[in-house]
C-alpha cells in the first residue's frame, strides 16, 4: 500500500517558468511533510518542509503548499534553473509516532531545459 | 549539519555473500536509520539504528537478512546478508536530529551477480 504517491514520474520545464511537483498521500495521521532533492550518485538532500497546521510555507525559490482536505501537497520552484534538475521526493511522517519515521514517494524527475 | 561518511560507495557482488556498509557521521546524533532504493522505486525504510541496543525493523525486514549495529552515537553498520540479485539497490543511512528533518549520505550502490 503506497501511502504516498507522485504519479508524474517525470517532467520538463523550460528556464525561468515555473516548475510544479505533485504529491498525494492516503493516511490522514500525517502531520509533517517534506520534500528532498536527489542528484545521481548523491543522497537526498533537504529543500523544505511544512506542518499540517500551515497550508503554505516558502523559501527563497521553493514554495510547498498543502491541501489537507484533498491531501495534497504541492512543490513550486521559480523561476525553474537548470540547476534544479534533479529527482525530487517527497515525504510524510507522523510526529505524533514519536518514531521520526518517513514514507517517501516514488519521485519525480525534473528536467530543466536552458 | 553533520557529515555523514558512507563506506563502502559501490561494490559489486556475488551472490549468497554479504556485505557490511559502515555510516560514519562526524557528530554525536540521536538517531539513525538505514534505507533502501531498489532501481526506479521510492526509499525505503530498513529500520531504526538503536544505540546500544537491537535495531527497530520495518514491516518485511528482518534481522537475519539486514543486521544493524550501532555501537556509539557516531556510527553504525548494516550488513546485507545472503545476498541475491533482488537485493541489488542503493542503501542510505541518514541520520536526525531534534528539530531538524533527516540528513542523508550518499549511499551505497551495490549490485548482486
Known amino acids: 500500500d503506497q501511502q504516498v504517491k507522485q504519479n508524474s514520474p517525470s517532467l520538463s520545464v523550460q528556464e525561468g517558468r515555473i516548475s510544479i511537483l505533485n504529491c498525494d498521500y492516503t493516511?490522514?495521521?500525517?502531520?509533517?511533510f517534506l520534500w528532498y532533492k536527489k542528484y545521481p550518485a548523491e543522497g537526498p538532500t533537504f529543500l523544505i518542509s511544512?506542518?499540517?497546521?500551515?497550508d503554505k510555507n516558502e523559501d527563497g525559490r521553493f514554495t510547498v503548499f498543502l491541501n489537507k482536505s484533498a491531501k495534497h501537497l504541492s512543490l513550486h520552484i521559480v523561476p525553474s534553473q537548470p540547476g534544479d534538475s534533479a529527482v525530487y521526493f517527497c515525504?510524510?511522517?507522523?510526529?505524533?509516532?514519536?518514531?521520526?519515521?518517513?514514507?517517501f514517494g516514488t519521485g519525480t524527475r525534473l528536467k530543466v531545459l536552458a | 549539519s553533520a557529515v555523514i561518511s558512507q563506506k563502502p560507495s559501490r561494490d559489486i557482488c556475488q551472490r549468497g555473500t554479504s556485505l557490511t556498509i559502515q555510516c560514519q557521521v562526524d557528530s554525536q546524533v540521536t538517531m539513525m536509520f538505514w534505507y533502501r532504493q531498489q532501481p526506479g522505486q521510492s526509499l525505503t525504510l530498513i529500520a531504526t539504528?538503536?544505540?546500544?541496543?537491537?535495531?527497530?525493523?520495518e514491516s518485511g525486514f528482518v534481522i537475519d537478512k539486514f543486521p544493524i549495529s550501532r555501537p556509539n552515537l557516531t556510527f553504525s553498520t548494516l550488513t546485507v546478508s545472503n545476498m541475491s540479485p533482488e537485493d541489488s539497490s542503493i542503501y542510505l543511512c541518514?541520520?536526525?536530529?531534534?528539530?531538524?528533518?533527516?540528513?542523508f549520505g550518499d549511499g551505497t550502490r551495490l549490485s548482486i551477480l
Open positions: 515525504a510524510a511522517s507522523r510526529t505524533t509516532s514519536g518514531t521520526y519515521k518517513y514514507i
Open positions: 541518514s541520520v536526525k536530529e531534534f528539530g531538524q528533518p533527516q540528513h
Open positions: 539504528a538503536n544505540q546500544g541496543s537491537e535495531a527497530t525493523y
Open positions: 493516511n490522514s495521521m500525517f502531520d509533517y
Open positions: 511544512i506542518s499540517s497546521i500551515k
